[in-house]
């Protein structure tokens, strides 16, 4: 079975600073997906960020990017010039290319963005 | 164009009740997807429902169940409540592809 992993279960940053968040993943399949989903205290899931895996290209959404290392499993989300507006819960998320998007979440990173 | 809309925003049931959870998804997409979300956790995949079949299933006892309309909306019903059922349910709209999944507000379930 694919399991999700988030190592840090809180992370802070400086508005305006550079944050890293981590994920890890495992599995055995070659055609999948990995993202990045934002849920403020609104509590709806957003979309930050989807990487194929078969892209060597790591996917870049403004402010957002990830560095994905498909040899290491790890998907890490870097979010540039952090905004008060950034702060929420942090999920990494896979899902397997024949499985029709169907997720399997990491734990989280609460991410904190101080004035 | 019209994002996913879950029903009720907040639920309160007492042991041993059904209950009954709708998603309307968003325009375009014909894949509907049920996710429970403890407090402080991430979401666990229920079921998916394409075309009013189910897609795939999650580890969740058959109590839960659900439906798709031909319109694609879609519910959760839940029998026999128990206290561990409490909890955030998400549901998520996609396209077949791509099937990138786009989330509702979701629906504040609380068990007494």
């Known amino acids: 079975a694919q399991t999700v992993t988030q190592s840090q279960p809180e992370m802070s940053v400086q508005e305006a600073e550079t944050v890293t968040l981590s994920c890890t993943y495992d599995?055995?399949?070659?055609?999948?997906?990995l993202f990045w989903y934002k849920q403020p205290p609104s509590r709806q899931m957003i979309l930050v960020i989807r990487?194929?895996?078969?892209?060597?290209q790591n996917a870049t959404e403004n402010r957002f990017s990830v560095n994905f290392q498909k040899a290491a499993k790890s998907f890490s989300l870097k979010i540039s010039d952090s905004q008060l507006g950034d702060a929420a819960m942090y999920f990494c998320?896979?899902?397997?290319?024949?499985?029709?998007?169907?997720?399997?979440f990491g734990q989280g990173t609460i991410l904190t963005v101080h004035p | 164009e019209t994002g996913v809309t879950q029903s009720p925003t907040h639920l309160i049931k007492t042991r041993g009740q059904q209950v009954t959870l709708r998603c309307s998804s968003q325009?375009?997409?014909?894949?509907v997807s049920w996710y429970q979300q403890a407090l402080g956790q991430g979401p666990q995949f229920i079921f998916q429902?394409?075309?009013?079949?189910?897609?795939g299933r999650g580890n969740f006892p058959p109590r839960f169940s659900g439906l798709q309309f031909p319109n694609y909306s879609s519910e959760l019903n839940v029998n026999a409540l128990e206290l561990d059922d409490s909890a955030l349910y998400l549901c998520?709209?996609?396209?077949?592809?791509?099937?990138?999944?786009?989330f509702g507000p979701g629906t504040r379930l609380t068990v007494l």
């Open positions: 998520a709209s996609s396209q077949r592809a791509p099937d990138t999944q786009y």
């Open positions: 599995t055995s399949e070659s055609d999948y997906y």
């Open positions: 990487q194929e895996a078969y892209k060597q």
């Open positions: 998320a896979y899902s397997r290319g024949t499985s029709y998007g169907k997720l399997t």
């Open positions: 325009s375009g997409h014909n894949t």
């Open positions: 429902y394409y075309r009013e079949e189910e897609n």
